[in-house]
Protein backbone atom coordinates (compact mmCIF):
# COMPACT_ATOMS: atom_id res chain seq x y z
CA UNK A 1 0.00 0.00 0.00
CA UNK A 2 1.50 3.09 -0.81
CA UNK A 3 1.51 5.92 1.57
CA UNK A 4 2.37 9.95 0.87
CA UNK A 5 3.43 12.19 3.57
CA UNK A 6 3.76 15.87 3.80
CA UNK A 7 6.41 17.63 5.94
CA UNK A 8 8.75 20.45 6.72
CA UNK A 9 12.45 20.32 5.61
CA UNK A 10 14.09 20.85 8.75
CA UNK A 11 17.85 21.08 7.63
CA UNK A 12 19.79 23.07 5.40
CA UNK A 13 21.48 19.75 3.91
CA UNK A 14 18.23 18.31 3.34
CA UNK A 15 16.84 22.31 1.50
CA UNK A 16 20.19 21.16 -0.63
CA UNK A 17 19.11 17.72 -1.74
CA UNK A 18 15.68 18.34 -2.22
CA UNK A 19 14.68 21.91 -3.46
CA UNK A 20 17.76 22.63 -4.89
CA UNK A 21 18.42 19.80 -6.63
CA UNK A 22 15.33 19.45 -7.61
CA UNK A 23 15.28 23.20 -8.95
CA UNK A 24 18.73 22.47 -11.05
CA UNK A 25 16.98 19.50 -12.86
CA UNK A 26 14.31 21.85 -13.94
CA UNK A 27 16.80 24.35 -15.30
CA UNK A 28 16.15 26.58 -12.49
CA UNK A 29 19.85 27.69 -12.12
CA UNK A 30 18.97 28.15 -7.96
CA UNK A 31 21.96 29.61 -6.37
CA UNK A 32 24.66 27.69 -4.14
CA UNK A 33 23.90 29.40 -0.69
CA UNK A 34 20.53 29.94 -1.66
CA UNK A 35 19.49 27.16 0.98
CA UNK A 36 21.48 29.09 3.99
CA UNK A 37 19.73 32.45 3.28
CA UNK A 38 16.24 30.97 2.80
CA UNK A 39 16.47 29.09 5.58
CA UNK A 40 17.98 32.11 7.63
CA UNK A 41 14.71 34.02 6.57
CA UNK A 42 11.66 31.61 7.04
CA UNK A 43 13.29 27.94 8.27
CA UNK A 44 9.36 26.49 8.03
CA UNK A 45 9.43 27.35 4.92
CA UNK A 46 10.03 24.24 2.36
CA UNK A 47 8.39 21.37 2.18
CA UNK A 48 8.67 17.89 0.89
CA UNK A 49 6.20 15.17 -0.26
CA UNK A 50 7.40 11.55 0.54
CA UNK A 51 6.03 8.06 -1.16
CA UNK A 52 6.87 5.09 0.59
CA UNK A 53 9.67 7.33 2.35
CA UNK A 54 10.84 8.85 -0.92
CA UNK A 55 10.98 12.67 -2.06
CA UNK A 56 9.02 13.12 -4.94
CA UNK A 57 7.99 16.75 -4.86
CA UNK A 58 8.47 19.75 -3.23
CA UNK A 59 7.42 23.51 -2.54
CA UNK A 60 8.27 26.29 -0.57
CA UNK A 61 6.07 29.43 1.33
CA UNK A 62 8.77 31.52 2.48
CA UNK A 63 6.76 34.25 5.40
CA UNK A 64 7.97 37.59 5.61
CA UNK A 65 6.84 38.93 8.78
CA UNK A 66 3.22 39.12 9.27
CA UNK A 67 1.57 40.71 5.97
CA UNK A 68 3.19 39.31 3.32
CA UNK A 69 4.65 35.40 1.94
CA UNK A 70 6.38 34.07 -1.41
CA UNK A 71 5.35 30.53 -3.05
CA UNK A 72 7.78 28.89 -5.21
CA UNK A 73 9.82 25.72 -5.61
CA UNK A 74 6.61 23.89 -6.72
CA UNK A 75 8.19 21.15 -8.33
CA UNK A 76 6.77 17.19 -8.56
CA UNK A 77 8.96 14.72 -10.22
CA UNK A 78 8.22 13.81 -14.01
CA UNK A 79 6.93 10.31 -12.87
CA UNK A 80 4.52 10.88 -10.22
CA UNK A 81 2.96 14.08 -12.11
CA UNK A 82 -0.94 14.30 -12.71
CA UNK A 83 -1.80 12.11 -9.62
CA UNK A 84 -2.89 14.64 -7.33
CA UNK A 85 0.50 14.51 -5.11
CA UNK A 86 1.03 18.51 -6.27
CA UNK A 87 -2.13 19.55 -5.32
CA UNK A 88 -1.44 18.09 -1.86
CA UNK A 89 1.91 19.76 -1.12
CA UNK A 90 0.53 23.14 -2.90
CA UNK A 91 -2.42 22.81 -0.64
CA UNK A 92 0.41 22.35 2.72
CA UNK A 93 2.17 25.27 1.30
CA UNK A 94 -0.61 27.75 1.06
CA UNK A 95 -2.24 26.84 4.35
CA UNK A 96 1.55 27.58 5.79
CA UNK A 97 0.52 31.38 4.78
CA UNK A 98 -2.32 31.71 6.83
CA UNK A 99 -3.74 35.08 6.43
CA UNK A 100 -0.86 36.73 4.56
CA UNK A 101 -0.97 38.11 1.07
CA UNK A 102 1.07 35.43 -1.28
CA UNK A 103 2.77 36.37 -4.36
CA UNK A 104 4.44 34.24 -7.03
CA UNK A 105 6.45 34.37 -10.21
CA UNK A 106 4.34 31.36 -12.24
CA UNK A 107 5.19 30.10 -15.46
CA UNK A 108 2.80 31.55 -18.49
CA UNK A 109 1.65 27.70 -18.88
CA UNK A 110 0.36 27.88 -15.33
CA UNK A 111 -0.94 30.93 -15.29
CA UNK A 112 -4.42 29.98 -15.70
CA UNK A 113 -4.04 26.87 -12.80
CA UNK A 114 -3.07 29.04 -10.72
CA UNK A 115 -5.63 32.14 -11.03
CA UNK A 116 -8.70 29.21 -11.03
CA UNK A 117 -7.11 29.14 -7.14
CA UNK A 118 -7.28 32.77 -6.45
CA UNK A 119 -4.37 34.30 -7.80
CA UNK A 120 -4.42 37.51 -9.88
CA UNK A 121 -1.86 38.44 -12.70
CA UNK A 122 -0.26 41.67 -12.04
CA UNK A 123 2.59 41.90 -14.46
CA UNK A 124 4.59 39.70 -17.21
CA UNK A 125 8.35 39.23 -17.03
CA UNK A 126 10.94 37.00 -18.86
CA UNK A 127 14.29 35.07 -17.95
CA UNK A 128 17.67 36.12 -19.93
CA UNK A 129 20.74 34.43 -20.29
CA UNK A 130 23.61 36.29 -21.28
CA UNK A 131 27.23 35.73 -22.84
CA UNK A 132 29.55 38.61 -21.01
CA UNK A 133 31.56 39.58 -23.85
CA UNK A 134 28.49 40.25 -26.01
CA UNK A 135 26.85 42.22 -23.24
CA UNK A 136 29.75 44.18 -22.37
CA UNK A 137 29.65 46.00 -26.13
CA UNK A 138 26.04 46.85 -25.66
CA UNK A 139 26.40 49.16 -22.47
CA UNK A 140 25.90 52.94 -23.53
CA UNK A 141 27.72 55.75 -22.72
CA UNK A 142 24.89 57.19 -20.73
CA UNK A 143 25.98 54.53 -17.67
CA UNK A 144 29.16 56.44 -17.94
CA UNK A 145 27.67 59.88 -17.69
CA UNK A 146 25.11 58.35 -14.67
CA UNK A 147 26.18 60.47 -11.86
CA UNK A 148 26.26 58.03 -9.00
CA UNK A 149 29.01 55.52 -7.23
CA UNK A 150 29.60 52.25 -7.46
CA UNK A 151 30.58 50.84 -4.28
CA UNK A 152 30.67 47.71 -2.16
CA UNK A 153 28.89 45.91 0.63
CA UNK A 154 31.32 46.78 3.11
CA UNK A 155 31.66 50.42 2.53
CA UNK A 156 27.62 51.27 2.75
CA UNK A 157 25.47 51.06 5.69
CA UNK A 158 23.71 48.34 5.89
CA UNK A 159 20.99 49.32 8.10
CA UNK A 160 20.15 52.18 4.58
CA UNK A 161 20.93 49.15 2.38
CA UNK A 162 18.02 47.32 4.23
CA UNK A 163 16.00 50.34 4.47
CA UNK A 164 15.87 51.05 0.74
CA UNK A 165 15.40 46.97 0.63
CA UNK A 166 12.29 47.70 2.57
CA UNK A 167 10.77 50.08 0.35
CA UNK A 168 11.45 48.86 -3.07
CA UNK A 169 10.63 45.27 -1.81
CA UNK A 170 7.41 46.26 0.08
CA UNK A 171 8.18 44.07 3.38
CA UNK A 172 10.76 43.89 5.91
CA UNK A 173 13.55 40.98 5.45
CA UNK A 174 16.81 42.16 7.40
CA UNK A 175 17.85 38.42 7.96
CA UNK A 176 17.67 37.11 4.67
CA UNK A 177 19.75 39.78 3.25
CA UNK A 178 22.47 39.43 5.81
CA UNK A 179 22.98 36.15 4.60
CA UNK A 180 22.59 37.49 0.88
CA UNK A 181 24.80 39.71 0.66
CA UNK A 182 27.44 37.85 2.10
CA UNK A 183 27.41 34.83 0.24
CA UNK A 184 30.54 32.73 -0.47
CA UNK A 185 31.68 33.63 -4.29
CA UNK A 186 28.99 36.74 -4.58
CA UNK A 187 29.29 40.24 -5.65
CA UNK A 188 27.28 42.67 -4.05
CA UNK A 189 27.56 46.30 -5.20
CA UNK A 190 25.68 49.12 -4.68
CA UNK A 191 25.22 52.67 -6.20
CA UNK A 192 25.22 56.28 -3.92
CA UNK A 193 24.20 59.65 -5.49
CA UNK A 194 25.86 62.72 -5.08
CA UNK A 195 24.58 62.90 -1.69
CA UNK A 196 25.44 59.29 -0.89
CA UNK A 197 22.02 58.02 -0.73
CA UNK A 198 21.61 54.94 -1.93
CA UNK A 199 19.41 54.54 -5.26
CA UNK A 200 20.62 50.84 -6.70
CA UNK A 201 22.22 47.49 -5.74
CA UNK A 202 22.60 43.88 -6.77
CA UNK A 203 24.25 40.76 -6.22
CA UNK A 204 25.51 38.21 -8.27
CA UNK A 205 25.80 34.72 -7.01
CA UNK A 206 27.36 31.27 -8.01
CA UNK A 207 24.70 28.75 -9.15
CA UNK A 208 24.07 25.53 -7.33
CA UNK A 209 25.76 23.72 -10.79
CA UNK A 210 28.98 25.58 -11.24
CA UNK A 211 28.72 25.15 -14.78
CA UNK A 212 25.52 27.59 -15.11
CA UNK A 213 27.49 30.25 -14.35
CA UNK A 214 25.71 33.14 -11.97
CA UNK A 215 22.40 34.53 -11.09
CA UNK A 216 21.63 38.10 -10.70
CA UNK A 217 18.94 39.07 -7.92
CA UNK A 218 18.14 41.35 -6.49
CA UNK A 219 18.34 44.40 -9.33
CA UNK A 220 16.59 47.44 -7.45
CA UNK A 221 17.52 50.79 -9.67
CA UNK A 222 15.76 54.66 -9.15
CA UNK A 223 15.86 54.25 -13.17
CA UNK A 224 17.32 52.26 -16.13
CA UNK A 225 20.55 53.95 -16.37
CA UNK A 226 21.67 53.56 -13.02
CA UNK A 227 20.61 49.89 -13.71
CA UNK A 228 22.67 49.70 -16.68
CA UNK A 229 25.34 51.50 -14.71
CA UNK A 230 25.71 49.31 -11.90
CA UNK A 231 25.18 45.58 -14.07
CA UNK A 232 28.11 47.03 -15.98
CA UNK A 233 30.40 47.31 -12.65
CA UNK A 234 29.25 43.61 -11.99
CA UNK A 235 29.71 42.35 -15.48
CA UNK A 236 33.49 43.77 -15.20
CA UNK A 237 33.97 41.86 -11.71
CA UNK A 238 32.63 38.92 -13.47
CA UNK A 239 35.40 38.91 -16.34
CA UNK A 240 38.12 39.55 -14.40
CA UNK A 241 37.78 36.28 -12.16
CA UNK A 242 40.44 33.22 -13.12
CA UNK A 243 37.46 31.19 -14.80
CA UNK A 244 35.08 33.80 -16.11
CA UNK A 245 31.07 32.68 -15.98
CA UNK A 246 30.10 31.19 -19.29
CA UNK A 247 26.94 32.64 -18.64
CA UNK A 248 24.71 35.02 -16.09
CA UNK A 249 21.37 34.64 -16.27
CA UNK A 250 18.55 37.49 -15.41
CA UNK A 251 14.92 36.77 -14.59
CA UNK A 252 13.28 40.52 -15.73
CA UNK A 253 10.10 41.07 -13.75
CA UNK A 254 9.01 44.47 -15.54
CA UNK A 255 8.53 45.81 -19.02
CA UNK A 256 11.26 47.91 -18.34
CA UNK A 257 13.60 45.38 -16.65
CA UNK A 258 13.10 43.35 -20.09
CA UNK A 259 13.44 46.18 -22.52
CA UNK A 260 17.30 46.64 -20.55
CA UNK A 261 17.90 42.73 -21.13
CA UNK A 262 16.68 42.97 -24.46
CA UNK A 263 19.16 46.09 -24.99
CA UNK A 264 21.99 43.98 -23.83
CA UNK A 265 21.19 41.24 -26.48
CA UNK A 266 20.72 38.59 -23.36
CA UNK A 267 18.91 35.59 -24.85
CA UNK A 268 15.22 34.68 -24.23
CA UNK A 269 14.97 31.41 -22.06
CA UNK A 270 10.94 31.67 -21.27
CA UNK A 271 8.40 34.03 -20.07
CA UNK A 272 7.01 33.98 -16.68
CA UNK A 273 3.86 36.11 -14.85
CA UNK A 274 3.77 37.57 -11.12
CA UNK A 275 0.96 36.61 -9.44
CA UNK A 276 -0.76 37.45 -6.07
CA UNK A 277 -3.41 36.26 -3.71
CA UNK A 278 -5.08 38.84 -2.33
CA UNK A 279 -3.35 42.43 -1.70
CA UNK A 280 -0.02 42.87 -3.38
CA UNK A 281 2.97 44.22 -1.27
CA UNK A 282 3.26 48.42 -0.94
CA UNK A 283 6.20 47.63 -2.89
CA UNK A 284 7.93 50.22 -5.42
CA UNK A 285 7.56 47.68 -8.61
CA UNK A 286 8.89 50.36 -10.89
CA UNK A 287 12.43 49.78 -9.46
CA UNK A 288 12.48 46.23 -10.06
CA UNK A 289 14.80 44.82 -12.72
CA UNK A 290 15.12 41.64 -10.80
CA UNK A 291 13.08 39.86 -8.50
CA UNK A 292 14.81 37.45 -6.05
CA UNK A 293 11.78 34.55 -5.15
CA UNK A 294 11.98 30.97 -7.48
CA UNK A 295 9.36 30.58 -10.32
CA UNK A 296 6.84 28.61 -9.41
CA UNK A 297 5.67 25.26 -11.67
CA UNK A 298 7.81 23.25 -13.64
CA UNK A 299 9.24 24.90 -16.61
CA UNK A 300 7.39 24.08 -19.59
CA UNK A 301 8.93 22.10 -22.09
CA UNK A 302 9.97 23.50 -25.90
CA UNK A 303 6.34 22.23 -26.93
CA UNK A 304 4.66 24.32 -24.40
CA UNK A 305 6.72 27.60 -24.86
CA UNK A 306 6.19 27.68 -28.74
CA UNK A 307 2.43 26.59 -28.05
CA UNK A 308 2.32 29.95 -26.08
CA UNK A 309 4.12 31.96 -28.43
CA UNK A 310 1.76 30.60 -31.38
CA UNK A 311 -0.95 32.00 -29.03
CA UNK A 312 0.25 35.16 -28.87
CA UNK A 313 1.23 35.86 -32.70
CA UNK A 314 -3.40 34.34 -33.12
CA UNK A 315 -4.28 36.54 -30.32
CA UNK A 316 -2.15 39.77 -32.33
CA UNK A 317 -3.89 38.50 -35.71
CA UNK A 318 -7.45 38.34 -34.61
CA UNK A 319 -6.54 41.59 -33.07
CA UNK A 320 -5.63 42.82 -36.43
CA UNK A 321 -8.61 41.45 -38.10
CA UNK A 322 -11.22 42.74 -35.40
CA UNK A 323 -10.04 46.23 -35.99
CA UNK A 324 -9.86 45.56 -40.00
CA UNK A 325 -13.70 44.70 -39.96
CA UNK A 326 -14.83 47.56 -37.78
CA UNK A 327 -12.93 49.63 -40.55
CA UNK A 328 -15.11 47.50 -43.19
CA UNK A 329 -17.74 48.43 -41.23
CA UNK A 330 -17.43 52.21 -40.76
CA UNK A 331 -17.12 52.39 -44.52
CA UNK A 332 -20.02 50.01 -45.08
CA UNK A 333 -22.33 52.58 -43.02
CA UNK A 334 -20.53 56.25 -44.47
CA UNK A 335 -21.90 53.84 -47.74
CA UNK A 336 -25.48 53.53 -46.64
CA UNK A 337 -25.40 56.90 -45.08
CA UNK A 338 -24.70 58.37 -48.79
CA UNK A 339 -27.32 56.30 -50.40
CA UNK A 340 -30.04 57.61 -47.47
CA UNK A 341 -28.83 61.00 -48.07
CA UNK A 342 -29.73 60.70 -52.03
CA UNK A 343 -32.61 58.92 -51.24
CA UNK A 344 -33.59 62.28 -48.97
CA UNK A 345 -32.20 64.64 -51.92
CA UNK A 346 -34.81 62.83 -54.02
CA UNK A 347 -37.59 63.26 -51.86
CA UNK A 348 -37.20 66.94 -50.85
CA UNK A 349 -36.85 67.71 -54.87
CA UNK A 350 -39.94 66.01 -55.44
CA UNK A 351 -41.77 67.95 -53.04
CA UNK A 352 -40.28 71.02 -54.57
CA UNK A 353 -41.10 70.11 -58.04
CA UNK A 354 -44.25 68.06 -57.84
CA UNK A 355 -45.03 68.82 -61.50
CA UNK A 356 -42.18 67.11 -62.60
CA UNK A 357 -42.64 63.59 -61.44
CA UNK A 358 -42.68 60.94 -64.04
CA UNK A 359 -45.80 58.73 -64.71
CA UNK A 360 -45.16 54.68 -64.12
CA UNK A 361 -45.93 54.25 -67.54
CA UNK A 362 -42.72 56.84 -68.51
CA UNK A 363 -40.70 54.72 -65.62
CA UNK A 364 -41.90 51.39 -66.88
CA UNK A 365 -41.00 52.01 -70.91
CA UNK A 366 -37.40 54.11 -69.64
CA UNK A 367 -36.75 50.61 -68.15
CA UNK A 368 -37.94 48.58 -70.97
CA UNK A 369 -35.91 50.59 -73.20
CA UNK A 370 -32.85 49.27 -71.11
CA UNK A 371 -32.09 52.65 -70.41
CA UNK A 372 -31.05 54.17 -67.34
CA UNK A 373 -33.57 54.28 -64.52
CA UNK A 374 -33.92 58.14 -64.39
CA UNK A 375 -33.61 58.58 -68.15
CA UNK A 376 -30.29 59.36 -68.27
CA UNK A 377 -26.54 57.77 -67.80
CA UNK A 378 -24.87 58.63 -64.12
CA UNK A 379 -22.02 60.57 -64.40
CA UNK A 380 -19.28 59.90 -61.93
CA UNK A 381 -18.87 62.06 -58.96
CA UNK A 382 -22.59 63.51 -60.01
CA UNK A 383 -24.46 63.69 -56.97
CA UNK A 384 -27.34 65.08 -58.40
CA UNK A 385 -27.90 63.90 -61.97
CA UNK A 386 -31.64 64.88 -62.21
CA UNK A 387 -30.39 68.97 -61.56
CA UNK A 388 -28.13 68.58 -65.30
CA UNK A 389 -28.92 71.02 -68.40
CA UNK A 390 -27.29 72.16 -70.60
CA UNK A 391 -25.03 75.16 -71.86
CA UNK A 392 -27.45 76.01 -74.73
CA UNK A 393 -30.40 75.91 -73.28
CA UNK A 394 -31.59 77.00 -69.30
CA UNK A 395 -34.52 74.71 -69.03
CA UNK A 396 -34.87 71.85 -67.18
CA UNK A 397 -34.11 68.38 -68.37
CA UNK A 398 -36.95 65.72 -68.13
CA UNK A 399 -36.34 63.28 -65.00
CA UNK A 400 -37.61 59.98 -64.82
CA UNK A 401 -37.50 59.47 -61.39
CA UNK A 402 -38.12 55.83 -59.36
CA UNK A 403 -41.88 55.38 -58.37
CA UNK A 404 -42.57 56.74 -54.29
CA UNK A 405 -43.47 52.86 -53.07
CA UNK A 406 -39.82 52.03 -54.48
CA UNK A 407 -37.78 54.82 -53.07
CA UNK A 408 -39.36 54.34 -49.59
CA UNK A 409 -38.02 50.14 -49.89
CA UNK A 410 -34.30 52.22 -50.72
CA UNK A 411 -34.92 54.26 -47.46
CA UNK A 412 -35.85 51.45 -44.94
CA UNK A 413 -33.02 48.95 -46.83
CA UNK A 414 -30.42 51.44 -46.00
CA UNK A 415 -31.58 52.49 -42.35
CA UNK A 416 -31.13 48.59 -41.46
Not at 64 to 85: M, N, T
Not at 106 to 116: C, G, I, R, V, Y
Not at 205 to 226: N, W
Not at 228 to 235: H, M, N, S, T, Y
Amino acid sequence: MEEFKIRLINTEEEYESVVLKAMAEEGWRPGLKDAECYRACDPTAAFVGELNGKPICCASMTKYGDRFAFGGCYIVSKEHRGKGYGVKIYNAAIASAESRSIGIFALLHMEETFQSCGFHSQFYGARFDFHLPTTMTCFAEISEKSPVEIKGIEQVNLEALFEYDTIVFGVERHAFLSKWLHVTGSHARVATNSEGSIVSYTVARPTFVKEEGYRIGPLFADCQSIAEKLLKAVFEELLQQEEPPSVVCIDTPTKRAIELAEKLQGKRSFDQVYMVMKDPPDACFDKWFYPLPFPTAPQSSARAVSTQLLNERMKEMSERIEAMDQITHNMDREFKSSRVLLSAIQSIDEVLNPSSRPSSAEVMSSRGSGGSRRGMPRRWGDTAPWRRGTKKSAERQPVRRLPQTEGTLLHSQCEE
